[in-house]
């Protein structure tokens, strides 16, 4: 049997972080919970589709209420509109391609957490991650993929501060998601059927184009139209605007150029978005910057497992140069869509060592 | 340790002798009290005497007692009514009134009314000197509660009002906290308009009166079918009114002991908490207060989780403060008296009530201190 602590368990109203207190409450921990309101709903016209809207905090509250323990809502919407919202339109902007949930995480919520723990002499904290604590040979505390290999979120956890792992509690690393709804179903928890948030919280609409033209004007550089250039040098064509390009796409280019073109890069500075055929979207080397390690910081010549989006899989690289700010890693096999912006989170096996945002791909 | 509720500024727990004056009213007593028959008379007799009621604890007329839906509306009903009864007459009310009469006067001064906010000093005390600077007959109202629901201070209500009476402005006062605790006359007191409310004292939420001398003009906010002699439009809300008129009787009835009783272990909590939390400051200390209220201030401890750590530890309380887009705003009340944002954002107000015991007291006496000493300890930036 596990020690008994106090646990603050972040609930978003979702299906996942309900389980996942419902489980701690089970295992005999004194928990809290909170959701944290992240952004401000009256902005938000219609029903909020997103996880952390203000249904979510009514779930929140209501499952709360059937596990018999205490809800609070905490407001960090200054820090969140600071650290990632403000974040995620700068980085469009600058032409790069942001992961939000990374910034929150890394940036606001279990910086939060693990703060607003401390005053209320919480010694854990938990949140619904699809994610697992191991031990490492020293005896140090690991971050690891959870078990459901479709939902794990471990790349989305690679800017925790390191102080946070010895705290850290993911109830649901070793289950998977139709375990977790079946769990939620027998607990009769009303958010069990509750669909799965994909969208970016604050991004109601789905389409996060809308922010940046809410947040930046329509009318703004990354915005408007401007040069199509191929990788060559040749301008064949307009684009709408290159913030609304992510490399690899090939959506939104227009026909009649006589092969198929993908979106490679982008130059802010002369709006040019740069196209080019399908190998050319392919990378072998990139920088990683923005650096944050759990443990000791990989050296020139280990070799790791680098993965550089979501749903990407993690792929052998070796570390070719690197100091404190930035490291450089060259793949074994050339890669798809390295996107400057993205997370670049290293791997051992399923262990996360830490990461960085992709500063360069060439 | 057993949780301790110590909230009762903000609501009170009904009493059973209320509840129990109610029943029939949801029960077989069901008439409407405008209607002529048998039923509809039964009804309007026990209006009556709970009017009634009200109106002698108060030193009033029955006709002068008009019930309202709680105490937010008795304000507006003074206020705006007032404003609107003078075609845009100015307001003058102290800049810590509760937010019930301060966004009644803000929503007179967007209908045109010129508005007028007396300052308060240290203690939250009103100016009297400000308000005899602006007071003139194109006032419609001067408003000033009778004791302030956050830190307690009481304020001049005889001399305010008096002042008023000399310059023939009419006067009223949000009385929601003071009444059934204070010894509350209309018939030694020249105020015009009071409000009250039932759930503060023991008796229903949903039910308040405003006291409205003879004489006194008012525009209804409510329009409809002529109750309450036309200021509060709607079937009258007969067990509110029987389960008002009855907590108002206990509560006068037992208001002396309950003060002395409650003032010795107040100013015991407050003498407790001074000696063992550092830095601890008491708001309004040098004010005369409501002997159930007790505000402090622990500067360096996270007001936003204060309230959340004290619940968490079985301490129910208020702050003044209220949560906003991006923070906490620190009470109103507390920065008008002139306190900075470093000492007014982390303010605790305990209030204590007729439920209290002393065993209770010493509980939070034992628990606050450390409680303050880990939240300022990881506070910090």
Redesign the interface.
């Known amino acids: 049997m596990q020690e008994k602590r106090t646990v603050l368990v972040a609930m978003s109203g979702g299906v996942d972080s309900s389980v996942a207190a419902a489980l701690l409450v089970e295992q005999g921990h004194r928990v809290?919970g909170v959701t944290m309101k992240t952004f401000?709903y009256s902005e938000v016209e219609g029903p909020s589709q997103t996880c952390c809207g203000l249904d979510g905090i009514m779930d929140a509250r209501s499952v709360a209420d059937r596990l018999g323990i205490?809800h609070?809502v905490?407001?960090v919407?200054?820090d969140f509109?600071r650290d990632v919202i403000d974040d995620f339109v700068s980085e469009y902007a600058a032409g790069r391609t942001p992961n939000p949930c990374v910034r929150c995480n890394g940036n606001t919520k279990f910086r939060d957490l693990l703060?607003?723990g401390?005053?209320?002499?919480c010694d854990a904290i938990a949140t619904g991650h699809y994610a697992r604590m191991g031990v490492g040979e020293a005896g140090d505390p690991v971050l690891r993929r959870g078990i459901d290999r479709e939902k794990d979120q471990a790349y989305f956890l690679w800017g925790l501060p390191p102080e946070l792992l010895p705290k850290l509690l993911f109830p649901l690393g070793a289950l998977t998601k139709p375990e977790v709804r079946e769990r939620a179903r027998a607990l009769g928890l009303r958010t069990a059927d509750k669909p799965e948030s994909q969208e970016i919280c604050f991004v109601p609409t789905g389409n996060y184009v809308d922010v940046l033209e809410d947040r930046l004007g329509a009318d703004h550089p990354s915005l408007a139209p401007g040069p199509l250039v191929s990788s060559t040098g040749e301008t064949i064509g307009e684009h709408e605007g290159y913030a609304r390009y992510t490399i690899g796409q090939r959506r939104g280019i227009g026909g009649g150029h006589g092969r198929r073109l993908y979106v490679i890069g982008a130059r802010p500075e002369t709006r040019e978005v740069i196209v080019g055929d399908f190998d050319e979207i392919f990378r072998d080397e990139l920088e990683v910057g923005e650096l944050n390690w759990f443990g000791q910081p990989p050296r020139e010549g280990d070799e790791v497992e680098l993965q550089i989006r979501h749903r990407a899989v993690a792929a052998p690289a070796h570390v070719l140069a690197g100091d404190g700010d930035s490291i450089r890693f060259r793949f074994e096999e050339p890669q798809r869509a390295v996107a400057p912006g993205q997370s670049a989170v290293v791997f051992r096996g399923d262990s996360v060592l830490g990461g960085g945002r992709i500063a360069r791909n060439d | 340790m057993e949780p301790v509720y110590l909230d009762y500024a903000a609501t009170t727990p009904v009493r059973a002798e209320v509840r129990e004056a109610m029943l029939p009213f949801l029960g077989e007593t069901f008439g409407n009290a405008s209607s002529v028959h048998r039923w509809g008379r039964d009804a309007k007799l026990k209006l009556e005497e709970a009017r009634g009621k009200i109106a002698s604890l108060l030193g009033a007329r029955p006709m002068e007692i008009v019930f309202t839906r709680g105490g937010t509306e008795a304000d507006n009903l003074a206020v705006l009514g007032r404003s609107r009864e003078m075609r845009g007459g100015g307001v003058v009310c102290s800049a810590i009134e509760h937010r019930a009469v301060l966004m009644a006067a803000k929503a007179a001064e967007a209908e045109g009314a010129p508005l007028h906010l007396l300052p308060v000093d240290a203690d939250g005390v009103v100016d009297q000197e400000a308000l005899t600077d602006v007071l003139s007959p194109s006032l419609a109202v001067v408003s000033v509660m009778w004791a302030n629901n956050e830190v307690g201070t009481i304020q001049p209500i005889g001399s305010l009002a008096q002042r008023c009476v000399e310059a023939g402005v009419v006067f009223h006062s949000d009385a929601v906290q003071a009444f059934g605790k204070l010894d509350v006359r209309m018939d030694e007191t020249p105020v015009d308009l009071l409000s009250m409310s039932a759930h503060k004292i023991g008796g229903p939420k949903g039910t308040g009166a405003l006291f409205v001398r003879k004489g006194t003009r008012l525009a209804p906010l409510i329009h409809g079918g002529g109750h309450e002699r036309g200021l509060r439009a709607g079937t009258e809300d007969v067990a509110g009114a029987v389960g008002f008129s009855v907590a108002a009787e206990l509560a006068m009835r037992e208001r002396k002991a309950q003060c002395s009783r409650l003032t010795v272990l107040r100013d015991r909590l407050q003498a407790a908490l001074v000696e063992r939390v550092p830095d601890l400051v008491v708001n309004a200390a040098g004010a005369e207060r409501l002997p159930t209220i007790l505000n402090v201030s622990v500067p360096g401890a996270n007001s936003e989780m204060l309230l959340v750590m004290l619940d968490l530890e079985g301490i129910a309380v208020s702050s003044g403060s209220a949560c906003s887009s991006g923070g906490v705003n620190p009470s109103h009340v507390l920065t008008t008296m002139g306190l900075s944002a470093d000492i007014a954002g982390p303010s605790v107000r305990f209030s204590l009530g007729r439920e209290t015991t002393e065993g209770q007291i010493d509980a939070v006496i034992a628990a606050f201190p450390p409680l303050m000493e880990r939240l300022r300890s990881t506070s910090g930036v």
Request: with cysteine.
């Open positions: 809290i401000c205490p609070y905490f407001d919407e200054r509109t703060k607003r401390e005053m209320l002499g």
